[in-house]
Each structure stands twice: as C-alpha cells, then as structure tokens.
C-alpha cells in the first residue's frame, strides 16, 4: 500500500533526515547561544493555540524589533540559558513546572479575577503571591486587574498597564462598498441588519459545547433574541473557535448566523466590515482585542463594563457601555447602534489610533527597560 506522496519507506526517511536537520541546527544554534551576553534576547511565548494570546506575542515580538531588542523563537527557550522570558499568559508562567532559575522572567496577567468562583484563577493567583519575588515584570491590559495584582504584594514598579493593542492597518474604515463586499464574500443578505460576536467562549479548543460562562455567551443569545424581535431579519456573524454552544442556541431561537475562521489573524479586518454593530457581553474580560478592532473599523461597539472596554470607552461618545448581566441594557443599545451604524466612526478610529502597537512603543520601551539588555 502507498503512503500519500511515496511509498511508507521514503515518508519516513524524509521524516528521520528532517528529524536530524533540527538536531543538527539547534546543537549548532546552542553553541552560538554560549556567546549571547545574559538577558540581550527577548523570548515572546504565546500559548500554541493559534489565537488571541500567539497574535499578541506576534505584535510584541515586531514592537520589540523596532526598539533595537534582539528576538528569539519561543522554540528556543530550552536552548537558552540567562535570557529574558516573557509570557503571553500568566496560566503558561504560573501553571508550569518547567526550570526558569536562570532566566529573567515576565508575564502578561490579562484576566482571571480570584474569588469569583472559578478555581483554576484562585490557584494561579495564589501562586503569584507565593512566587511574584521571581518575576521581573507582569503586564496588565485594563486598570481593575493593575488593582488586583498589585494586591498580590507585588512591588508596583514591575507592573505595567499595556492594553491589548491593534495593528492598524489590518482594519481600515468601514465604507458601503467594502461592507457590500464582505457580505458577498461571506454569504450575507446585503440589505440585513449584522451584528458580530468574535470572541471564544465554549469551553476547550473543540466544538465548544459547554458555555465559557465568564464570556456570557448566554447572554449574548438572549440579546439577539430581543433585537430579533425589532429586527426580525437580524443576522448573526461569528468568529472564533469553540462556538458551539452560541450556535445552537441561536439555531433554537431561529436566528440566521454565519461562523468563519480565518486562516490568519490577517482576515479578522474583513469580517468587521461586514458588520453594523459589535456587542461584547463578557463577564470577566483581559481585553477583549476586539474593542479596538471594532472601533478602528467604525463599527458601533456595545459592551459590559468589563476589561479594557471599561478603560477605553466613554459611554455616548465612543461606544456604549452597560453593567455586566444587563441584557435589557445591551439590547437597547445595541438597538440604538443599528439603527445609527456610523454614530462614532470618526471617534472610535482616533481611540484606536491613540492605541496602536507603534503608539504603544514607549510603554513597551519602559517595560523592557531593565527586563531586556539592548542598550549597550
């Protein structure tokens, strides 16, 4: 029997001489690693999943290049010794048992707020009392997780609020022609109300079945059921993985939904072009990246008073705000914000502008500062 482009034996001989290619080029990249002064090489490590917290590295990674700062592959921080580690998730940092001792060590600490009645946050932030002695900076996104972190016993001087920021030119302005387009390329009535929901929040990284209750995905159906019944031809796009639950509760309702996933972070611009409003229905939020997106575009964003939507928005001059399980406050809103689509695009696009990565470089600046050795 043949195997898909050879026969089972030269697969696997492709296999073995790709295995000692990568053996042969990290023993050769560990012996240049002895010459590397301590801490001149910043490790940006994401979390393998391909979504929010990888693209964030993605963009940390590019602002420190731009700084002068020596980058690394996450792939090789077991071949490193004595260099600067930042994490993209204090659950990969806190939750791991893997040797850092000679490493400077850093994380991003978004979201997870202890006694709220999820455990997994009550251990990470327990561990973070014990152990925040060793870590040389946390970056936070919003100013309520600064508070809690800082509660930790953590000295103030290593916490940093950064928001989760926005490669601008991957969302341009929202016009009649590029809305009709992105419709036709997605499979949406032209002429139909759309509002989006881009966030994961089904439990794992499969169908996502079981509700992620911290996002509200319950709440966001039940929104939509009420804009149903002043929009009766409302339509429904989504993004992101584990969004099972979401879709079966609206195929219950009856309300029509598209779900795409874009191959690349780099597709997220056109989905928002499609859209006439963007609702946030969280309960717990380190961001989402999605107030941002949604703004650059132009497109009316209603939220809970959660993450850095609480920070970034004013409400009735750049978005809407409402408290968190206000369902009867997101529908009306998000009444208001289709039926006026372009209330805020020339104020929502400057808070994104104000909030872009290569805005953000001084702060990443001062973050490094001492964390990372370039300057020399």
Not at 228 to 233: E, K, R
Not at 280 to 293: N, T
Request: charged residues 25%; contains cysteine; proline residues 5%.
């Amino acid at each position: 029997m043949s195997a898909p482009g050879g026969d089972i034996a030269t697969v696997r001989a492709i296999d073995r001489a790709r295995s000692i290619a990568r053996r042969v080029e990290a023993a050769g990249f560990r012996v240049r690693a002895t010459r590397f002064r301590p801490y001149t090489r910043l490790l940006p490590v994401g979390d393998w999943a391909s979504w929010v917290i990888d693209e964030e590295m993605a963009s940390v990674r590019r602002v420190a290049r731009g700084l002068g700062i020596r980058v690394e592959e996450r792939r090789r921080l077991n071949l490193l010794d004595a260099q600067s580690v930042f994490f993209g998730s204090q659950f990969d940092l806190l939750g791991r048992a893997t040797d850092l001792r000679s490493h400077r060590v850093a994380t991003a600490y978004f979201h997870g707020k202890p006694g709220t009645g999820y455990p997994d946050f009550d251990t990470i932030y327990e561990r973070l009392r014990q152990t925040h002695e060793r870590l040389s900076r946390i970056q936070v996104s919003h100013r309520e997780m600064r508070e809690i972190v800082l509660e930790s016993g953590i000295a103030p001087d290593k916490v940093h609020l950064i928001p989760i920021g926005i490669e601008l030119a991957l969302f341009a302005l929202r016009t009649q022609a590029s809305c009709a387009e992105a419709r036709r390329t997605l499979g949406l009535p032209l002429s139909v109300p759309v509002i989006g929901s881009f966030q994961k929040d089904g439990v794992g990284w499969g169908e996502g079945l079981e509700p992620k209750a911290i996002k509200g995905p319950d709440v966001f159906v039940d929104v939509a059921a009420r804009l149903v019944q002043s929009f009766p031809d409302l339509h429904v796009l989504l993004s992101g993985p584990a969004r099972g639950y979401v879709k079966t509760r609206l195929s219950e309702r009856g309300i029509p939904y598209v779900h795409v996933h874009p191959k690349s972070y780099r597709g997220m611009g056109q989905l928002y072009q499609a859209l006439d409003a963007y609702l946030i229905s969280s309960r717990q939020e380190g961001g989402p990246k999605a107030v941002l997106e949604s703004l650059a575009v132009g497109v009316p964003l209603v939220s809970t008073r959660v993450g850095q939507a609480n920070d970034l928005i004013e409400h009735g001059v750049n978005g809407y705000l409402v408290d968190i399980d206000d369902v009867d406050g997101l529908a009306h809103y998000a009444t208001l914000a289709l039926d006026t689509p372009n209330s805020f695009e020339a104020s929502g696009r400057a808070t994104a502008e104000a909030h872009s990565y290569a805005r953000q470089a001084p702060l990443w600046e001062r973050f490094f500062d001492g964390f990372v050795e370039w300057n020399f």
